[in-house]
């Protein structure tokens, strides 16, 4: 069988067929490159243009720093403070505040007076109102130090109900008739 040159035509026509790349993958390559482009230029528009992407802060405008106080010494860790508790620890925690147990440094067998404990007395849980701005407030108890704002549950299960300014101080007034002083 002799080939012609019509027959030798259809043969490179059909090998071009069969390496042409299907249009599906050209698809697919272009999102690649295109998510390759993104992921190489984001990082540096990000560092160029910080405030678009910063988180905005809390206390704007003048504030005050807060007073320095000494370190307090934690011989041990109440169950209350645990921020992950499972609903069986929960349950097995004591919430009643009955005593407190003196410094492990001092030896009460020889006979010396500890005098009287450095706490306040169990049961009315008492805070301390630090500092006031932009309608919310700082205070502090035991356990912490906290952000209210008006109508938020205080640490003794009252709610704040507005705030004062009397002689160039700031004072809280709770849902109790409570009132505490800035410091």
């Known amino acids: 069988m002799k080939l012609t040159d019509f027959d030798a035509d259809e043969i490179v026509r059909q090998r071009r067929r069969e390496t042409r790349m299907p249009l599906i993958d050209k698809i697919l390559g272009a999102i690649g490159l295109a998510m390759a482009a993104c992921a190489t230029f984001l990082p540096w528009y990000v560092y160029l243009h910080p405030e678009k992407f910063s988180m905005p802060s809390l206390w704007q405008g003048t504030t005050r720093d807060l007073p320095e106080r000494p370190d307090r010494q934690?011989?041990?860790?109440?169950?209350?403070?645990?921020?992950?508790?499972?609903?069986e620890t929960a349950a097995a925690?004591?919430?009643?505040?009955?005593?407190?147990?003196?410094?492990?440094?001092?030896?009460?067998?020889?006979g010396?007076?500890?005098?009287?404990?450095?706490?306040p007395f169990p049961g009315k849980e008492s805070f301390k109102l630090m500092h006031v701005a932009n309608g919310r407030a700082l205070i502090e108890d035991?356990?912490?130090?906290?952000?209210?704002?008006?109508?938020?549950?205080?640490?003794?299960?009252?709610?704040?109900?507005?705030?004062?300014e009397r002689d160039g101080r700031w004072v809280m007034i709770t849902s109790k008739g409570e009132i505490f002083e800035a410091k």
């Open 74 to 87: 934690i011989l041990s860790v109440s169950p209350l403070a645990m921020t992950d508790m499972d609903e």
């Open 93 to 110: 925690v004591d919430r009643l505040t009955t005593a407190t147990v003196p410094g492990l440094d001092q030896d009460p067998a020889e």
């Open 112 to 119: 010396t007076d500890m005098g009287a404990p450095d706490q």
């Open 142 to 164: 035991a356990s912490g130090m906290y952000i209210v704002r008006i109508g938020s549950v205080l640490p003794d299960n009252s709610r704040l109900a507005t705030f004062e």
